[in-house]
């Protein structure tokens, strides 16, 4: 299985941007429907944070609502720029691909620390 690359993440003081980004191996020639981000913080669940789809319609965790923009652009890839970053938003972000078949294709996670 294919395996998304992400970058961006990093330590940040409380209130300061981080801006990820994830590219996608031109092997996968899958028509892509979603894509998104996922985070998951030690010892919680993994939450979705922001979900784009074809039309462009997007998705967001309430907890990131008016802080965090998902975008795409012609290729494979997707952004998540954070901005009014919080200590509770440090967390290992994961990036998604879902293709009109149902198929998944994930990154291995970057790590974004806010530090107050």
């Known amino acids: 299985q294919e395996r998304l690359q992400e970058s961006g993440g990093g330590p940040v003081q409380a209130g300061g941007s981080l801006r990820l980004s994830c590219s996608a191996p031109?092997?996968?020639?899958?028509?892509?429907?979603?894509r998104g981000w996922y985070r998951q913080a030690p010892n919680t669940e993994s939450e979705l944070v922001a979900l784009i789809m074809k039309d462009r319609t997007t998705k967001y965790a309430d907890s990131v609502k008016g802080r965090f923009t998902i975008s795409r652009d012609h290729s494979k890839k997707v952004s998540l720029q954070m901005n009014s970053l919080k200590p509770e938003d440090t967390a290992v972000y994961y990036c998604l691909l879902r293709s009109t078949s149902g198929t998944e294709f994930w990154g291995q996670g970057i790590q974004v620390t806010v530090s107050s």
């Open positions: 031109r092997t996968i020639s899958s028509d892509i429907c979603a």
